[in-house]
């Protein structure tokens, strides 16, 4: 089934993750749908300082936008900055320093925003991480999904007051295609029993993960619009230091970072996204099945709601120990 995954999935990346996939898909967008003034309102995007998290927070300050950048490094998150206010000629860009596996200081960082913002229009959560050793954090967390679940989930949930007082809020995760090669495994989420350790599969696994809270947080709070999207195979740092071998076989075919934001950025703005129902998973501005065919990789409900349990109890434990 392993096989059958893999393979179905990369003949798949090929016809429509690609450069040449993005330049098909995008002859059917629509320009008006990103003519649009996000003047006054408010957007957190984290891993903003380089690949597609910047150009997302570009394309947001130029349409007039707050942009808060939530970002690691001070260095880069302020050159990033400052090329974002030149390139959009919007001053409104501020930066926060964060690092998304440290659990503790996500819940500061999203509880003391709620309490010093009326609003927050967009959550567009696109920092992650790819280890490809078993690290843990501080805390004891699995590096992997520290940074790509857990502290997304803590972000997202403990945001959602400001979210909750915005009309037509929005939160979207920019997760990964690689997901469909993988099953929600719940009963090893820090991947404790995986021999050996696999940072790609480890990923996909998050990824899987992400959808399936995007699903899950969309029946739990109808008021507030949750996407998650897949970028394509786009041409980013990111990529480039992580998964190097598959750069250099892919660069000629990789999708601009531009490209691989467009979606998340046309999710985050434009009021068609919101004509589609809450809890789905884009590409290229249309939703598509979060399963491959006849891949077996649905989970029952249950695992969905074990999953979103773990989750709660994290965060509550975080919570707890801080307070």
Known sequence: MSIYRNTVWFLKGLREYTRSGYQSASKDFKPSDLEVDCSGLHYIITGANSGIGKCIATEI???????????????????????????????????????????????????????????????INNAGCMVNTREVTEDGIEKNFATNTLGTYVLTSTLLPALKRTEKSRVIIVTSGGMLVQKLNINDLQFENMKPFDGTMAYAQNKRQQV???????????????????????????????????????KERLRSADEGADTAVWLAVSPAALLHPSGLFFQDRQPVSTHLPLASTRSSSGDEERLMTALDGLVKKFAEEIL
């Open 61 to 123: 300050a130029k349409r007039g936008g707050t942009v808060h950048m939530v970002c690691r490094n001070p260095t880069t998150a302020e050159e990033a900055k400052n090329e974002i206010i030149e390139t959009s000629s919007n001053q409104n860009v501020l930066v926060h320093i964060l690092d998304m596996s440290n659990t503790r200081a996500v819940y500061n960082f999203a509880k003391d925003f709620c309490e010093n913002n009326d609003t927050l229009h967009a959550l």
């Open 212 to 250: 399936v809270m995007i699903e899950q947080l969309a029946k739990q709070h109808p008021e507030i619009h949750f996407s998650c999207m897949h970028p394509g195979w786009a041409d980013t740092p990111a990529v480039r230091t992580s998964m190097p071998e598959f750069y250099n076989k892919m």
